[in-house]
């Protein structure tokens, strides 16, 4: 189950960019409280993947008060910035192909995963003191997944399916990349269903087939 301390984490933070110049500097910030990997990125106008690339030796899930963080230069150019986003981006881009989907839609994907799947639901202790939210600060719904950022970046569109489930559209979901939890680590998704935690138990461990959708 998705131990989510989605926390913990951000910032008073202070760029040191050099006024006079053309191209500003790299800053660095020092983590305080509440704030996250996704408000710093929305403060300083840097694209959450390249944030999260720049810090890679940090745990997006376990800030601690006190850390030091990279703040990549607003004065980068768009192909830099774009390199570093794509920099540990683990998902291999197949050829790709057509697959059908809920509702008998036709669905263009990149790539196609076998990973294994988990489930969480929005209770208060499967996701710390935030509740029922994602990374971002959305609602949990139907179609939300938690993901290792390092092997699928956030903000990912995937159609899943392949699991047993009460709580699920039988057919698969389209499914989006927006949380992220302590004990998600590689091949390993959890997907959020309605209902108990002692409901989402009966989910255990599955197989699961995903594909990247562009």
Same mark, same amino acid.
């Given at each position: 189950?998705?131990?989510?301390f989605? !926390?913990s984490a951000? +910032?008073?933070?202070?760029?040191?960019?050099? !006024?006079g110049?053309?191209?500003a500097?790299?800053?660095t910030h020092?983590?305080?409280?509440?704030?996250? #990997?996704w408000t710093?990125s929305?403060?300083?106008?840097v694209?959450?993947q390249?944030l999260?690339n720049? &810090?890679a030796?940090? =745990?997006p899930?376990?800030l %601690?008060?006190g850390?030091?963080?990279s +703040?990549p230069?607003?004065?980068q150019s768009s192909e830099t910035m774009k390199?570093?986003? $794509?920099?540990t981006t683990a998902?291999p881009?197949?050829?790709g192909?057509?697959?059908?989907?809920?509702?008998?839609? $036709? @669905?263009?994907?990149?790539d196609?995963?076998s990973?294994?799947?988990?489930? @969480?639901?929005? !209770? !208060?202790?499967?996701n710390g003191?935030?509740?029922?939210? $994602?990374? #971002?600060g959305?609602?949990?719904k139907v179609?939300?997944i938690a993901? $290792?950022p390092?092997?699928?970046?956030?903000g990912?569109?995937l159609y899943?399916?392949g699991?047993?489930y =009460?709580?699920?559209?039988?057919?698969?979901?389209i499914a989006t990349?927006? =949380?992220?939890?302590?004990?998600?680590?590689? &091949?390993?998704? =959890?997907?959020f269903v309605?209902g108990s935690?002692? %409901?989402?138990?009966? #989910?255990g461990?599955? &197989?699961?087939?995903? @594909?990247?959708?562009k």
């Amino acid at each position: 189950m998705k131990k989510a301390f989605l !926390a913990s984490a951000a +910032i008073a933070l202070s760029i040191t960019l050099s !006024a006079g110049t053309a191209h500003a500097s790299a800053g660095t910030h020092t983590v305080t409280n509440k704030d996250t #990997f996704w408000t710093l990125s929305q403060q300083y106008k840097v694209p959450l993947q390249t944030l999260m690339n720049a &810090n890679a030796s940090v =745990d997006p899930m376990n800030l %601690q008060i006190g850390m030091k963080l990279s +703040i990549p230069g607003q004065g980068q150019s768009s192909e830099t910035m774009k390199a570093m986003a $794509d920099s540990t981006t683990a998902i291999p881009l197949a050829s790709g192909g057509h697959v059908q989907g809920p509702g008998g839609y $036709d @669905y263009t994907y990149t790539d196609q995963m076998s990973l294994t799947a988990t489930a @969480y639901t929005a !209770a !208060a202790s499967e996701n710390g003191k935030w509740g029922g939210v $994602d990374y #971002f600060g959305n609602k949990l719904k139907v179609g939300t997944i938690a993901v $290792d950022p390092k092997m699928i970046p956030l903000g990912t569109k995937l159609y899943i399916t392949g699991y047993t489930y =009460d709580g699920l559209p039988s057919v698969g979901i389209i499914a989006t990349a927006t =949380d992220m939890g302590g004990s998600i680590k590689g &091949n390993r998704i =959890d997907i959020f269903v309605p209902g108990s935690t002692q %409901q989402a138990m009966k #989910f255990g461990i599955q &197989n699961i087939e995903a @594909y990247i959708l562009k």
